[in-house]
């Protein structure tokens, strides 16, 4: 996984997270600061989603299950419509991975994973298969990733 670059990740109805979108720079460090405006500031950044923004993206790329075992219950609606999009760039060619629970874009019924590379699409008919060919695609064993 070392020829991997995140550009960009989208969220919606994850954790704390109703709809957000960011980009990642191209080259340099990532800081991830929050502020919990909710406390008045007593809390500073505690329940400001920064753990929750990692989990969505290591749960999406790696199948790390981080504080819940589902992605049922991170989703902010017990309806769903939980659906997670990392957009990357793994050996100079475009990875798309998306993740989602109950949405429009990959299953209206449950849990669901799909990744885009190297101009093929894949989802098999379990997510386990699905996951396995990324892992093996990424270098990162399952439990290396745990």
């Not at 589902?70 to 309806?79: I, M, R, V, W």
């Not at 101009?119 to 270098?139: D, V």
């Amino acid at each position: 996984m070392v020829d991997l670059k995140l550009k960009r990740v989208s969220i919606r109805n994850w954790m704390k997270f109703g709809h957000v979108a960011l980009e990642f720079p191209e080259k340099g460090l990532v800081l991830v600061q929050g502020v919990n405006t909710a406390s008045g500031g007593a809390l500073l950044s505690v329940g400001s989603g920064k753990t929750g923004l990692g989990e969505a993206i290591s749960r999406t790329l790696l199948g790390t299950d981080g504080r819940f075992n589902s992605l049922k219950q991170c989703s902010t609606d017990k309806a769903g419509n939980t659906y997670i999009k990392l957009e990357a760039e793994l050996f100079g060619k475009p990875l798309i991975v998306e993740s989602g629970y109950r949405c429009k874009e990959l299953s209206t019924t449950g849990d669901a994973l799909r990744y885009h590379y190297d101009g093929k699409q894949i989802e098999r008919g379990k997510i386990e298969q699905t996951r396995a060919e990324l892992s093996r695609l990424l270098g990162v064993s399952p439990l290396l990733a745990n």
